[in-house]
């Protein structure tokens, strides 16, 4: 390959694409992951001469989408690894940190071995209102936290809009870990680290439930239902005590749009629009009781 000096005005536009195409991937070229010794020489393949191909290999399954029934039937929580699933990890947990520490630990999940962080939360554990989302982005990857990209910003903007701030909101996701190439997480990536974002839940104790897009809402809500039919309708989401059981308490739970599909079809802001002012008056009737 030409070195970059020499690169010609085609062969530069070639290389950028084969850039983007690797990072809509989910390559990194900046932070190269490094496994342990130990696990790589049991990853590496026989010395043939396909081993020396250039194409990607990857470590997860062919994403599938993430519904109620799939997720139920390979088992909430049910890890394929040798480790405790992560029912019995998170169930340990009596405070929010306490939680923190235990899915920084946690090694169900096979998407923590190309994430870079793992991504916890931000704002207000204390606030009345937790928003959940699906999974990290690259940006949130990079930082730690969550909803600080491009759609971290627009969602700020949504609750400033109705007078909602950092400080009145408590902000996590269904899944802990980016996927590759900022795909949606896999049935089986949601069935194994829905115990975790169910015990965040229970220990945050908010008034209200924010559920932004179908990942988070079908999940969490166990509802076959896409976010269109979902959203902008009041329902109910029953707390899971530390067994996964539901309890007797309740929490007003709203599923809205993502603002990732927000930014891709900005006609429908007008419906997240209404969704909003209705959390507006909700909270009104809660600050009134």
């Excluded at 490094?34 to 696990?39: I, K, Y």
């Excluded at 530390?242 to 007008?270: D, M, T, V």
Aim: net charge neutral; proline share 7%; glycine share 8%.
């Amino acid at each position: 390959m030409p070195s970059p000096e020499h690169l010609s005005q085609s062969n530069e536009r070639a290389l950028k694409a084969l850039i983007a195409w690797w990072a809509d991937a989910g390559i990194e070229l900046d932070a190269p992951i490094v496994r342990p010794r130990a696990e790589r020489a049991a990853a590496a393949p026989a010395k043939t001469q396909a081993s020396h191909s250039r194409e990607p290999v990857y470590d997860s399954p062919a994403p599938r989408a993430a519904t109620a029934a799939a997720a139920k039937a390979a088992g909430f929580g049910d890890s394929a690894g040798s480790g405790p699933s992560a029912r019995e990890a998170a169930a340990k947990a009596d405070d929010i940190e306490a939680l923190r520490k235990i899915i920084e630990d946690f090694e169900g999940c096979t998407l923590k071995r190309t994430a870079r962080n793992t991504v916890f939360s931000r704002g207000n554990p204390a606030a009345k209102i937790m928003i959940v989302g699906e999974a990290p982005g690259r940006d949130e990857d990079e930082r730690g936290i969550p909803f600080v990209g491009r759609s971290g910003q627009l969602l700020d903007k949504m609750f400033a809009s109705i007078g909602l701030g950092e400080d009145d909101l408590y902000i996590s996701n269904i899944v802990n870990w980016r996927p590759p190439g900022n795909r949606n997480p896999t049935q089986e990536e949601v069935a194994v680290c829905l115990p975790l974002i169910e015990r965040h839940i229970a220990l945050a104790k908010p008034d209200v439930l924010i559920l932004t897009g179908g990942v988070a809402a079908q999940s969490l809500l166990r509802a076959e239902a896409g976010i269109t039919k979902l959203r902008g309708k009041w329902t109910e989401y029953a707390v899971k005590d530390a067994g996964g059981e539901a309890s007797n308490n309740k929490l007003s739970c709203l599923p809205i749009f993502h603002p990732s599909y927000l930014l891709r079809q900005p006609a429908h802001k007008r419906l997240a629009w209404a969704d909003l002012l209705a959390l507006k008056a909700h909270m009104s009737e809660i600050a009134a009781e």
